[in-house]
């Protein structure tokens, strides 16, 4: 495992491009499988994940490549098998496959997914809505078989609103027979990015930004090539590099329209930004006013994967600050590094205060989580001294080149095997 050696206190300055969305490429990439041929996806971030779905892609006898930023999937000559848990396990969103597999071959299996560290994490919405669709499904021996004769269009109303089961529900619905209605849908953009995808390839799916999903069967899809969208995530967390050491920034590449929530936080805390021709000059300097209450909530609310790099940033802002966390049951991991580095936090289930303004002093810590892990990477660049961010590979997870990119705004701070 490898750790992150950051030297805290100095200013940032410059520009930083965001790279490409890893919640919007992989289940781009387990869409690949509905079509017999090439998938082309520019853009891609090349992460441990999209690492993994390709993997599971190879073991199935697909042919995948990198040509520079562009991931290339040949799914021609794809054929049935079973995927195992050391991925199942690794990689809960690998359950998008299912659906998708099922909708190539009538039949999938996948090792269970099983718990996660940021909460319990079931995925029986995920079965729930691909019975459904027609699959018979069946658990064994901690493996998960479906199959059907033919996917049938159907009728469902999601009891939560989940993204996976969305876009598990969306690839079973596309070569089914006939017509799906979701109702009740996630509306987050990576849903959106899912069907724009799959419409640019001949699939029929409306409604993706309303919540009320209308799947029209098709027979066939076609090769395509395709940008990966920006990750808002990586954008929002780079803001709050930016915010946590006051700093005046700018990035290029940003989703504006997709962080609306977070931008409208980020200034109600003092801080000020403009969008320039795709580019957002994000200036920290006065920003000092801490948040009276904030909400984690599906799309368009404030997302679950910001709430613990906000949460750093608001250990260094004076007066009280409350968080509320109502999309996972433990998703507080980041509390107890930043606690050992100075800050005050009560959690309290799914509340946490932030009693802001103590000083930040680097300290050894561990990363339990990818977006926890990187709230703390963020905390030592605000801290003074030396913090030294264990384990992390769970960051490398959704961050491309963190410390290049930190680095690169004027940061000390580098990886150590
Ligand atoms: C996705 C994102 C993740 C983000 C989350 C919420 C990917 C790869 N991951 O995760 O970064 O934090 O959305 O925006 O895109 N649930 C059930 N049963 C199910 C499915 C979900 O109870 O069958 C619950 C979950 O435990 C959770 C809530 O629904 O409490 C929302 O989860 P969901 O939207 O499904 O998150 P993911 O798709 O796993």
């Given at each position: 495992m490898g750790n992150i050696k950051i030297l805290g206190g100095r200013k940032l300055s410059g520009s930083l491009r965001i790279q490409g969305s890893k919640n919007a490429a992989l289940p781009m990439i387990a869409a690949s499988?509905?079509?017999?041929g090439k998938s082309v996806l520019h853009n891609c971030p090349q992460i441990a994940d999209v690492g993994y779905m390709t993997e599971i892609l190879n073991g199935l006898g697909a042919r995948t490549w990198w040509e520079g930023k562009s991931l290339h999937l040949d799914c021609t000559h794809l054929r049935y098998g079973q995927i195992p848990s050391v991925y199942a396990e690794k990689m809960r969103?690998?359950?998008?496959?299912l659906g998708a597999l099922l909708g190539r071959f009538h039949q999938s299996a996948i090792a269970h997914p099983g718990g996660c560290v940021i909460g319990a994490r079931p995925i029986d919405i995920h079965l729930q809505v691909l019975k459904l669709l027609g699959a018979h499904i069946r658990e064994k021996d901690g493996m998960i078989y479906a199959s059907c004769t033919q996917l049938k269009g159907n009728e469902y109303e999601f009891p939560k609103i989940s993204v996976g089961a969305t876009q598990q529900a969306i690839l079973a619905a596309v070569k089914a027979q006939g017509v799906t209605r979701l109702h009740r849908c996630a509306r987050e953009p990576e849903v959106q990015w899912l069907v724009r995808y799959l419409n640019s390839r001949g699939a029929d799916i409306t409604g993706e930004n309303t919540g009320e999903i209308v799947v029209r069967g098709v027979e066939q899809l076609t090769d395509l090539e395709y940008e990966v969208p920006p990750d808002r995530i990586v954008a929002g967390t780079y803001l709050c590099a930016g915010a946590i050491t006051r700093s005046k920034i700018t990035l290029e590449n940003v989703p504006v329209e997709e962080m609306e929530s977070f931008l409208h936080m980020y200034r109600k805390m003092g801080g000020q930004y403009e969008v320039n021709s795709g580019k957002l000059l994000a200036d920290?300097?006065?920003?000092?006013r801490a948040v009276t209450y904030l909400e984690t909530d599906v799309y368009?609310?404030?997302?679950t994967d910001l709430q613990s790099p906000l949460m750093a940033v608001l250990t260094t802002v004076r007066g009280v600050s409350h968080i509320r966390e109502t999309?996972?049951?433990?998703?507080?991991?980041a509390a107890e590094g930043l606690q050992k580095m100075g800050a005050a936090i009560d959690v309290n289930g799914q509340d946490a205060w932030i009693y802001g303004g103590a000083s930040l002093r680097g300290a050894r810590l561990k990363a339990r989580e990818l977006r926890g892990g990187a709230a703390l990477v963020l905390a030592g660049l605000a801290a003074s001294g030396e913090t030294v961010v264990e384990d992390c590979e769970y960051i490398e997870r959704g961050y491309e080149h963190i410390c290049e990119d930190l680095s690169a705004l004027g940061g000390v701070i580098r990886k150590e095997e």
């Open positions: 499988v509905l079509h017999n969103s690998s359950i998008i496959y920290s300097r006065e920003l000092n368009p609310g404030f997302p999309i996972f049951e433990d998703r507080y991991k």
